[in-house]
């Protein structure tokens, strides 16, 4: 594509870092950008040496304000069909609010504003960090939209469904530290600590076994609507490659020989 990039990828190791990069429009996504995500998550996913990703956007006011709203006027005033629930049949399909299956985990550092498909893209995520000074909100009620990029669903599941509620037909905003009160977020830190406390988590799932980590990753998030019964008795293909690995045999005889584990993910 010609022109700057929206979104940044850099690797270090077994960490693949992504940037949301339009700061002068508080990262807010165009169809452009999630062109460049798509091809962003399919290169993470299918590269072996990558163990763990994290989300960021770029600037210090803004994970992501969501939809570019001027696009979407644009696009109206062409005549371009209205969207609703998911992204299938647009650029970017299927956006990691729809990747079900993406096995690695994902951990978001929000500082500053995460609202509409910015806050969808981090309730997507398997891990969130926030500032003190970030902004969470879903405003679609107010704009004659939809949460159409899972917000409906994932917020409704992910708080109590009457506070969800509350926020989902208000389109209110609420900050990290209420977020981080309902369980939304995993931490919320003073705004120079970010990035400390995001490479802590970073430092923890690298010196996790690969393998292990995404076939718990796979199990909790399929059965989450199982019966137990049914959920212990469900093949999870991970699970399964993990059981034959050699990481699997590594964890135990490292314990035994008292000395750090040494993962291959194979």
């Known amino acids: 594509m010609s022109g700057a990039a929206r979104v940044r990828l850099a690797k270090t190791g077994h960490v693949a870092r992504v940037t949301l990069d339009r700061p002068e429009v508080l990262n807010a996504m165009d169809q452009r950008m999630h062109e460049e995500l798509a091809d962003v998550w399919d290169d993470i996913e299918t590269d072996d040496s990558i163990w763990v990703a994290t989300l960021t956007g770029a600037g ?5 304000v969501g ?5 979407r006027a644009r696009r109206d005033a062409a005549g371009t069909p209205a969207s609703s629930f998911g992204s299938r049949g647009q650029p970017g399909w299927p956006r990691l609010t729809e990747r079900f299956g993406f096995s690695k985990p994902v951990v978001a550092r929000i500082d500053g504003y995460a609202l509409g498909g910015g806050l969808e893209l981090a309730l997507a995520c398997d891990v969130v960090v926030a500032s003190e000074r970030s902004v969470f909100g879903l405003p679609e009620a107010t704009l004659g939209l939809v949460p159409g990029a899972g917000g409906v669903f994932r917020l409704v599941r992910q708080l109590p469904p009457r506070v969800a509620m509350g926020y989902l037909l208000t389109g ?29 988590w970073i430092a923890d799932l690298v010196a996790a076994a690969p393998l292990s980590v995404r076939a718990i990753k796979e199990a909790a998030l399929r059965s989450a ?25 590594e964890g135990p005889r490292a314990f035994a020989e008292k000395r750090p584990p040494k993962w291959s993910g194979s």
């Open 60 to 64: 210090e006011r803004a994970f992501s």
């Open 172 to 200: 209110r905003r609420f900050d990290a530290a209420t977020a981080h009160s309902y369980g939304l977020i995993n931490d919320v830190v003073p705004d120079d600590r970010l990035d400390a406390c995001v490479e802590g």
């Open 225 to 249: 609507d199982l019966p137990l019964p049914v959920a212990f008795t469900t093949a999870y293909g991970w699970e399964a490659r993990r059981r034959r690995s050699a990481d699997a045999v």
């Open 67 to 71: 939809q570019d709203l001027k696009e």
